[in-house]
Nanobody, 123 residues
Framework: VQLQASGGGLVQAGGSLRLSCAASGRTFSRYAMAWFRQAPGKEREFVAVRRSSGSTYYADSIEGRFTISRGNAENTVYLQMNSLKPEDTAVYSC??????????????????WGQGTLVTVSS
């Protein structure tokens, strides 16, 4: 079971990036797929999740700027990031799991993780 994140890079403030997460090894259509991020010196924080039902949830800090979606292949999830800010700079990791609704914001409830991709937003 592997998750492969890609799409990070250097972008100016106000710009956009799209992150991709490809899952292999098993079918993830029944799993929630999420994005977390970790900035230098900070704890990992929740960004967004798309549950198997299709419902999506976002962190307040990125609400309205980021969109999580699944690809036509169920084992792929995207994070479209618009209006990026310097404070969005972090390593972004994708994760898969089946947390209950009250636990979707905690990384502890996701069993599978990708290696992370670095997003750097310059001011």
């Amino acid at each position: 079971v592997q998750l492969q994140a890609s799409g990070g890079g250097l972008v100016q403030a106000g710009g956009s990036l799209r992150l991709s997460c490809a899952a292999s090894g098993r079918t993830f259509s029944r799993y929630a797929m999420a994005w977390f991020r970790q900035a230098p010196g900070k704890e990992r924080e929740f960004v967004a999740v798309r549950r198997s039902s299709g419902s999506t949830y976002y962190a307040d800090s990125i609400e309205g700027r980021f969109t999580i979606s699944r690809g036509n292949a169920e084992n792929t999830v995207y994070l479209q990031m618009n209006s990026l800010k310097p404070e969005d700079t972090a390593v972004y990791s994708c994760a898969a799991g089946n947390p209950i609704l009250s636990s979707i914001y905690s990384p502890n409830y996701y069993a599978y993780w990708g290696q992370g991709t670095l997003v750097t937003v310059s001011s």
